[in-house]
């Protein structure tokens, strides 16, 4: 097959995290009894009129801050008319001419490289109802109609499918972390378009372009936009021409179907909603959000290095928002960061899955994780005696030193009392010195073995194996 250059685009559709809808006064929720979180203006009565909730504006301005856009201060919201069952007032409020936030960017890693995905512009606008097709007959549940969104697209900028999943995982992270979405993919509170065309040579005209619909996962808008580019290079090759279309990618077959020909562009006749005052944004409420953006993701990567935790650990804390946030309350404090990372990510994450719990929600409080390693740190805790006693770290209130007494696995770092002990089981080994002597490693770890018998395992390893070192070479 000859070689083309794909362009892409992505058009994301973000649920937002408000407690009612954009409208009216309905919840604003999620997996409830179909139309049990509806009103007469969700509804779409005649004679009712919309009330624009303040919050969502706030959040779509939080938006456009952590998407590098430019925020446009004074705007109207535009009428989309089309008819449709799930659009029951057949059109749907929406900013055509004005979006909140345009020219903004995100950035992404591509094999090393760092290269800006540009978004052309984003804007509010209210959800539909939910369709849900039985045989011949479709239903339709109104919980999700006036459901607030952004809708964020990029220019077509983005040239293979890698790049459209780093942008879509990027994107996912900053609209979490800012509290934005939850982002919930397999909900439908995230949810991506793409639309694909392919050209021969970088100075030809774009290609024929075809929209991907309802693709549920960052990983099936890699492979559906790898088949749409296969599926176009085909035709090409063979010299044939094809429409602009809309195709959707079906889980089942792995693959992109043909859902409809656009035979003419969709003429949405947008105008003015004339319900809806105009809008003017004032610098002092862009302040605001401004001071509530949380410490993004970036930030903490840079923050959490340079504190010497291992990019590993970095990850894995990103992944996890709560423990992120609990490690964030440390950052001030003088500690051994990699391993506070290490009991985080391993043994309390080990419990609070266990117990499904919040680590916000036991009894660890900065202090007392502090010193539990400051403990570890000094080895005068050992993994071992961790294991032992966390279910009381996790659950009591005591000091660290306290549960160590209490449980009985207090270590020995007394310098005197090892060198005995030792100096006992090298009087009682004589073959083993010989073995040690003639450079058998075995030797030692045998000798380490009899260490930890003798002291149940409660002495400082590092401190044994020094002495006895000391005590065998002399």
């Given at each position: 097959?000859?070689?083309y250059?794909?362009?892409i685009g992505v058009?994301?559709?973000?649920?937002?995290?408000?407690?009612?809808?954009?409208?009216?006064?309905?919840?604003?929720?999620?997996?409830?009894?179909?139309?049990?979180?509806?009103?007469?203006v969700?509804?779409?009565?005649?004679?009712?009129?919309?009330?624009?909730?303040?919050?969502?504006?706030?959040?779509?301005?939080?938006?456009?801050?952590?998407?590098?856009?430019?925020?446009?201060?004074?705007?109207?919201f535009?009428?989309?008319?089309?008819?449709?069952?799930?659009?029951?007032?057949?059109?749907?409020?929406?900013?055509?001419?004005?979006?909140?936030?345009?020219?903004?960017?995100?950035?992404?890693e591509?094999?090393?490289?760092?290269?800006?995905?540009?978004?052309?512009?984003?804007?509010?606008?209210?959800?539909?109802?939910?369709?849900?097709?039985?045989g011949?007959?479709?239903?339709?549940?109104?919980?999700?109609a006036?459901?607030?969104?952004?809708e964020?697209?990029?220019?077509?900028?983005?040239s293979?499918?890698?790049?459209?999943?780093?942008?879509?995982?990027?994107?996912?992270e900053?609209?979490?972390?800012?509290?934005?979405?939850?982002c919930?993919?397999?909900?439908?509170?995230?949810?991506?378009?793409?639309?694909?065309?392919?050209?021969?040579?970088?100075?030809?005209?774009?290609?024929v372009?075809?929209?991907?619909k309802?693709?549920?996962?960052?990983?099936?808008?890699?492979?559906?936009?790898?088949?749409?580019?296969?599926?176009?290079e085909?035709?090409?090759?063979?010299?044939?021409?094809?429409?602009?279309?809309?195709?959707?990618?079906d889980?089942?077959?792995?693959?992109?179907?043909?859902?409809?020909v656009?035979?003419?562009?969709?003429?949405?006749?947008?105008?003015?909603?004339?319900?809806?005052?105009?809008?003017?944004?004032?610098?002092?409420?862009?302040?605001?959000v401004?001071?509530?953006?949380?410490?993004?993701?970036?930030?903490?990567?840079?923050?959490?290095?340079?504190?010497?935790?291992?990019?590993?650990?970095?990850n894995?804390?990103?992944q996890?928002?709560?423990?992120?946030?609990?490690?964030?309350?440390?950052?001030?404090?003088?500690?051994?960061?990699q391993?506070?990372?290490?009991l985080?990510?391993?043994?309390i994450?080990f419990?609070?899955?266990?117990?499904?719990?919040?680590?916000?929600?036991t009894?660890?409080?900065?202090?007392r994780?502090?010193?539990?390693?400051?403990k570890?740190?000094?080895?005068?805790?050992?993994?071992?005696?961790?294991?032992?006693?966390?279910?009381?770290?996790?659950?009591?209130?005591?000091?660290?030193e306290?549960?160590?007494?209490?449980?009985?696995?207090l270590?020995?770092?007394?310098?005197?009392?090892?060198?005995?002990?030792?100096?006992?089981?090298?009087?009682?080994?004589?073959?083993?010195?010989?073995?040690?002597?003639?450079?058998?490693?075995?030797?030692?770890?045998?000798?380490?073995?009899?260490?930890?018998?003798?002291?149940?395992?409660?002495?400082?390893?590092?401190?044994?194996?020094?002495?006895?070192?000391?005590e065998?070479?002399?």
């Open positions: 097959m000859g070689h250059i794909p362009t058009e994301v559709h973000v649920e937002l995290k408000t407690k009612t809808k954009i409208f009216s006064n309905s919840s604003n929720g999620y997996g409830e009894m179909a139309n049990s979180l509806t009103n007469v969700d509804l779409g009565y005649p004679g009712t009129l919309p009330t624009l909730n303040e919050e969502v504006v706030r959040l779509a301005i939080k938006a456009a801050l952590i998407l590098n856009c430019k925020i446009r201060r004074r705007m109207h535009d009428r989309k008319n089309y008819f449709y069952p799930d659009n029951p007032k057949n059109y749907q409020i929406t900013q055509s001419r004005t979006p909140i936030g345009y020219d903004g960017y995100v950035e992404i591509v094999n090393g490289t760092k290269k800006k995905i540009e978004i052309e512009e984003m804007h509010i606008e209210e959800d539909t109802c939910k369709s849900t097709h039985r011949q007959k479709t239903l339709l549940d109104f919980n999700r006036g459901v607030p969104l952004i964020i697209v990029t220019k077509p900028c983005i293979s499918s890698e790049e459209a999943k780093l942008y879509l995982e990027k994107l996912k900053l609209l979490f972390y800012a509290d934005i979405s939850d919930k993919m397999e909900e439908g509170s995230m949810r991506a378009d793409t639309n694909v065309s392919i050209r021969k040579k970088q100075e030809d005209p774009f290609g372009k075809c929209e991907i309802n693709i549920g996962s960052i990983s099936n808008v890699g492979i559906s936009i790898e088949k749409e580019i296969l599926r176009q085909k035709l090409l090759e063979k010299g044939e021409t094809f429409q602009e279309q809309t195709r959707r990618y889980d089942k077959l792995g693959d992109t179907v043909l859902m409809r656009k035979e003419t562009g969709n003429d949405y006749r947008y105008f003015p909603e004339p319900d809806i005052p105009y809008l003017v944004l004032s610098d002092l409420m862009i302040e605001e401004k001071k509530e953006i949380p410490m993004l993701p970036e930030e903490r990567r840079k923050i959490y290095l340079e504190k010497g935790v291992s990019m590993t650990n970095v894995k804390l990103i996890n928002r709560s423990l992120s946030d609990y490690f964030n309350t440390l950052l001030d404090e003088k500690t051994n960061f391993m506070a990372s290490n985080l990510l391993g043994d994450s419990y609070l899955n266990k117990e499904e719990k919040e680590i916000q929600d009894t660890l409080t900065k202090k994780f502090l010193e539990l390693v400051q570890m740190d000094e080895n005068v805790l050992t993994s071992k005696n961790l294991k032992d006693i966390l279910d009381v770290v996790m659950e009591k209130e005591d000091s660290i306290q549960i160590m007494k209490d449980c009985g696995v270590n020995i770092t007394d310098d005197k009392a090892i060198r005995d002990i030792i100096k006992k089981i090298i009087s009682e080994n004589e073959e083993s010195v010989v073995d040690y002597k003639n450079g058998h490693d075995r030797a030692i770890k045998y000798f380490m073995g009899q260490v930890m018998k003798e002291t149940k395992g409660s002495v400082n390893p590092k401190m044994a194996m020094d002495i006895l070192k000391e065998l070479d002399s």
